[in-house]
């Protein structure tokens, strides 16, 4: 797999801790060179916008949640009946408590990588939490893309290009959890669905009240 290891990106240093360096193994081992890319934007994305907003974040766990955030994307970590962001969150949890972190750190962690696709909740919560939901939302959807000099664009995308992104990210989505698609009802990925499904069913909430077991 082709892919870039700078020491820094637009001013922003990328973690090399012993934490770090294994986490990325693990993206490298089980995802795929596209993933690896967004993943990394991601992270500078978000720190970028720590900068921007003056926010106190750790370094290290921003980089662990971007790393692991769509890990539940593979083979290797998607289950059969839990939501992407959930098995990302899950394993993530798993590769910090084998390192001996505190429930505190597990409980951040699991929250950035489980909201990050939960605009409206995700920036409420602690710092790295909300930097992850903006680093991501920059990459996919170009939220605040003018905050960004067209220096620091070119150096990013020099070191982690985008290898036609807007038409590869939706059939990533969706071939991570294209196997249960009941797990997106009440959120984004059920767009997915609808974009890749020909005349897919959503489940509808107001059809669950009405159709609820309670006789009124």
Known sequence: MPINKPQSVAGIVIPDSTIAKQATALLLEHGTEFLYNHSLRTFIFASLGGMQKKVKYDPELLYVSAVFHDLGLTPHYSSQDLRFEVDGANAARDFLKSHGLSQQVLQLVWDAIALH????????????????????????????????????????????????????????????????????????????????????????????????????
């Open 117 to 216: 696709t939960s605009p409206g909740i995700a920036e409420h919560k602690e710092s790295e939490v909300a930097l992850l939901n903006y680093g991501v939302a920059l990459d996919v959807v170009g939220r605040d893309y003018s905050t960004l000099t067209e220096k620091e664009r070119e150096d990013i995308l020099q070191q982690f290009p985008r290898s036609d992104f807007k038409k590869t990210i939706i059939p990533t989505f969706f071939d991570g959890f294209k196997h249960k698609t009941h797990t997106t009802f009440g959120n984004m990925n059920a767009d997915i669905c609808a974009y890749m499904i020909p005349n897919f069913h959503r489940l509808n909430f107001c059809d669950a009240i009405l159709q609820s077991p309670w006789s009124e």
